[in-house]
T-cell receptor, first 112, second 113 residues
Framework: DARVTQTPRHKVTEMGQEVTMRCQPI?????VFWYRQTMMQGLELLAY????????DSGMPKDRFSAEMPDATLATLKIQPSEPRDSAVYFC??????????FGPGTRLTVT | QKEVEQDPGPLSVPEGAIVSLNCTYS??????FMWYRQYSRKGPELLMY????GNKEDGRFTAQVDKSSKYISLFIRDSQPSDSATYLC?????????????FGKGTLLTVNP
């Protein structure tokens, strides 16, 4: 049963700390997406990759957020320094060379 | 005007009812349309995926796309308590490498036993 996995599932940290979230896409998928979900804004696209190359990160606050794919089995999203307004659920999704996207379980981030 | 509008509900129905969930959109270039189901504290799960106009049926679920009206619907027949979740519509442009999804904010559905 192929699934997107994300770690950690929950993270509580203090303002100013670095946060790293990891995602393992489904094997064989060549597109990877990072989303943030809040009650107010819903699901927002932060960044996406195709064949490990970043295609669009216009949704990401670039001064503090960075996204990378060091290899085909790992995508990372880093926040440095974190702020309370970054508190949200962060989802990774992957897809084949079509419009379908399959989501992971999410990382619930709380910044105090 | 937002690109994708979705009534947030909440929508509460008795078990066995037919449920209709809808989204409207403004960008006529959207070609791929999806419905996701999201249970509380879980990731969105792809339910239905359609290209361009028409209907698609999968078990108790039917997705409809009316591009002339820029309107998409998801119908759930014989609704069950296990269908209680938030339903998100999503859509994207056609072709190339651009598969950025634009989501509605979701409709919260409760099916009461």
């Amino acid at each position: 049963d192929a699934r997107v996995t994300q770690t950690p599932r929950h993270k509580v940290t203090e303002m100013g700390q670095e946060v790293t979230m990891r995602c393992q896409p489904i094997l064989g998928h060549n597109t990877v997406f990072w989303y943030r979900q809040t009650m107010m804004q819903g699901l927002e696209l932060l960044a996406y990759f195709r064949n490990r190359a970043p295609l669009d990160d216009s949704g990401m606050p670039k001064d503090r957020f960075s996204a990378e794919m060091p290899d085909a089995t790992l995508a990372t999203l880093k926040i440095q320094p974190s702020e309370p307004r970054d508190s949200a659920v962060y989802f990774c999704a992957s897809g084949p060379e079509t419009a379908e996207q399959y989501f992971g379980p999410g990382t619930r981030l709380t910044v105090t | 005007q937002k690109e994708v509008e979705q009534d947030p509900g909440p929508l509460s129905v008795p078990e066995g009812a037919i449920v209709s969930l809808n989204c409207t959109y403004s960008n006529s270039a959207f070609q791929y349309f999806m419905w996701y189901r999201q249970y509380s504290r879980k990731g969105p799960e792809l339910l239905m995926y359609t290209y361009s106009s028409g209907n698609k049926e999968d078990g108790r679920f039917t997705a409809q796309v009316d591009k002339s009206s820029k309107y998409i619907s998801l119908f759930i027949r014989d609704s069950q308590p296990s269908d209680s979740a938030t339903y998100l519509c999503a859509m994207t442009l056609s072709g190339g490498s651009n598969y950025k999804l634009t989501f509605g904010k979701g409709t919260l559905l409760t099916v009461n036993p």
